[in-house]
C-alpha cells in the first residue's frame, strides 16, 4: 500500500505542476506575450488544457461569476495538497515502534 501511496503522491505533485504551467500559460496568451498561431505554443495550451478541463470544468460549474478572475485553478490546488496531507499522513507515515 506505500508504494501505491507513494506514486499518487508523486502523480497528484505532477498534476499541481501541469495546472500552474496550464495558468500562467493562459495568462501569457491573454496577455498576448506568445503567439497561437505559432503550432507548438498551440499544441502545449491544448495539451494543457485537454489535461486540466475535466479537472476545473466542476469546480467553475460550482462558483459564482468574478467577472475576469478565475480561482478555479487555486480551489483545485488546495483540494489536491489536501488529499496529498491525508494520504501522506495515514499511508506513509512511519509507524512507531514501541520499545
Do not use: C, Q
Not at 507548438?40 to 459564482?64: C, K, M, N, Q, S
Amino acid at each position: 500500500m506505500d508504494i501505491i501511496a507513494f506514486f499518487l503522491v508523486r502523480l497528484i505533485w505532477v498534476y499541481i505542476w501541469v495546472i500552474i504551467i496550464s495558468a500562467v500559460l493562459s495568462w501569457l496568451i491573454a496577455f498576448d506575450v506568445v503567439n497561437t498561431r505559432n503550432r507548438f505554443v498551440l499544441t502545449v495550451a491544448d495539451t494543457l488544457w485537454r489535461l486540466t478541463e475535466p479537472a476545473l470544468r466542476p469546480i467553475r460549474r460550482l462558483l459564482p461569476n468574478l467577472g475576469g478572475l478565475d480561482v478555479s485553478p487555486v480551489i483545485l490546488i488546495l483540494l489536491l495538497l489536501t488529499v496529498e496531507y491525508f494520504l501522506t499522513k495515514y499511508f506513509l507515515a512511519p509507524v512507531a515502534v514501541a520499545p
